[in-house]
């Protein structure tokens, strides 16, 4: 890039940091009907835009078959009329949550009379930069909203007309409510550049949340002078012990994989037990062949399930976001666990059995955002937990884990009441 390229880029985000900051002080101080009221209209505008919305969405994806872009990363790409009635429902639920900003909690009496407790109040300006699903412009933008924050939205290059389209239903729902359209800017620049300065804006940007391929956390987590709730990739395993349900595996199993490749909650490692293996196995065999879904697996696995390919160690360690699936034996309850925790990448884990004691130990030692029983891992979603949408699923252990909705975009200070209390 040539320096007046750059220095282009460079003023153009300085302009947006600093609008973002303004504005996320009004926000931070407007009250919880205007905000519902914001999110209300957006929802609105996105259903009264949806054929324009549609025909947008459909240039991405041309665009993108264009590319060479994966069946997975088209299937991440498309909106339909479900996902805009998707996106728009997610707001209303959005609106619908309590709102905790200013909340008060632990307020307690001090021996020197004083009170002391926490109130949640909005992180700042939240930088968001994710790749593929458009359906993030809007979640996103209504969470941060709801939690009082500012934010700066930068899709990826492959969904720019989708966006942008989005990001002008969200401006219009923005100033019917009297909020500065400012709260929520789309960067509508695809040069790379803009990710850099974003990421390094400490005196505009509080915090930021990447969403994409293992090569965009990395980079950004490596480069990003702003702190950062990160996202890795999500390597999720389903076990099938000795003692699980075999119709209840086999539904869970299928349904983990199958239902989406492309999301960060499919599983991409069958764990199952040596004494079910042979009964359950095979029926899995058909059912995923059936769905197109390639399979490796251990030697173990190969002698129950003929013409699957081998895995190899990188097997283990990969999230496909695809049609492939790997498949281990293991000896028992202990050994999945340390497969997980071996390979796994802490995002979400689940055990298929009947025995309440394993299930506990399961949930106890498996280190991950989360950790289910007798569920498909494709449950791991903000609005499967009733979070109306989420950011994103956070990997970390610190400021948030697992799906990060409303609250996982605030933090908390002290405040102190007293009567006129001095120290002694």
């Given at each position: 890039m040539n320096a007046e390229v750059h220095a282009d880029v460079q003023a153009y985000?300085?302009?947006?940091g600093r609008r973002a900051r303004a504005a996320a002080r009004v926000l931070g101080r407007a009250d919880t009907n205007a905000k519902n009221r914001a999110l209300l209209a957006i929802a609105e505008q996105l259903e009264q835009a949806l054929?324009?919305?549609?025909?947008?969405?459909?240039?991405?994806?041309?665009a993108g078959r264009a590319n060479g872009l994966t069946p997975a990363l088209l299937d991440r790409l498309a909106l339909g009329e479900k996902g805009v009635r998707g996106m728009a429902q997610g707001l209303r639920e959005i609106a619908a949550q309590p709102d905790p900003i200013g909340e008060i909690t632990g307020l307690k009496?001090?021996?020197?009379?004083?009170?002391?407790?926490?109130m949640r109040v909005p992180l700042g300006v939240i930088g968001i930069i994710y790749e593929s699903r458009p359906n993030v412009t809007a979640d996103a933008a209504g969470l941060c909203l709801k939690a009082g924050n500012a934010c700066i939205l930068r899709g990826g290059s492959e969904a720019i007309r989708s966006?942008?389209?989005?990001?002008?239903?969200?401006?219009?729902?923005?100033?019917?409510?009297?909020?500065?359209?400012?709260?929520?800017?789309?960067?509508d620049t695809t040069d790379r550049a803009a990710v850099g300065e974003l990421i390094r804006m400490r005196e505009y940007v509080d915090v930021i949340v990447p969403r994409g391929g293992k090569g965009l956390i990395a980079r950004i987590a490596d480069e990003a002078r702003v702190p950062v709730i990160k996202h890795l990739d999500g390597i999720c395993h389903v076990y099938i012990d000795e003692r699980a349900d075999p119709g209840k595996a086999i539904r869970v199993a299928v349904n983990a994989k199958c239902r989406r490749f492309g999301i960060c909650g499919a599983m991409e490692t069958l764990l199952v037990h040596e004494a079910v293996a042979p009964y359950v196995l095979p029926q899995l065999g058909e059912l995923y062949r059936a769905a197109?879904?390639?399979?490796?697996?251990?030697?173990?696995?190969?002698?129950?399930?003929?013409?699957?390919?081998?895995?190899?160690?990188?097997?283990?360690?990969?999230?496909?976001?695809?049609?492939?699936?790997?498949?281990?034996?293991?000896?028992?309850l202990d050994a999945a666990i340390e497969h997980i925790e071996t390979y796994g990448s802490h995002h979400t884990d689940s055990i298929i059995t009947e025995d309440l004691t394993?299930?506990?130990?399961?949930?106890?030692?498996?280190?991950?955002?989360?950790?289910?029983?007798?569920?498909?891992?494709?449950?791991?979603?903000?609005?499967?937990?009733?979070?109306?949408a989420e950011i994103g699923i956070s990997t970390d252990k610190l400021h948030a884990r697992g799906p990060v909705g409303v609250e996982g975009l605030t933090t908390q200070k002290y405040v102190v009441l007293g009567e006129g209390s001095c120290r002694a």
């Open positions: 985000m300085q302009d947006v054929p324009r919305l549609l025909e947008e969405n459909e240039k991405d994806l041309a009496f001090r021996p020197s009379g004083i009170q002391v407790g926490r966006n942008q389209a989005i990001a002008v239903c969200i401006r219009a729902g923005l100033e019917a409510a009297g909020l500065p359209f400012d709260a929520v800017q789309v960067i197109g879904v390639e399979l490796r697996g251990c030697e173990r696995t190969r002698q129950l399930l003929p013409g699957c390919a081998i895995a190899t160690e990188d097997d283990w360690r990969t999230e496909y976001l695809d049609a492939i699936l790997a498949i281990r034996v293991v000896d028992d394993r299930a506990r130990r399961f949930l106890r030692e498996v280190d991950s955002a989360s950790v289910m029983v007798n569920a498909s891992t494709q449950f791991a979603d903000g609005g499967e937990y009733g979070l109306g």
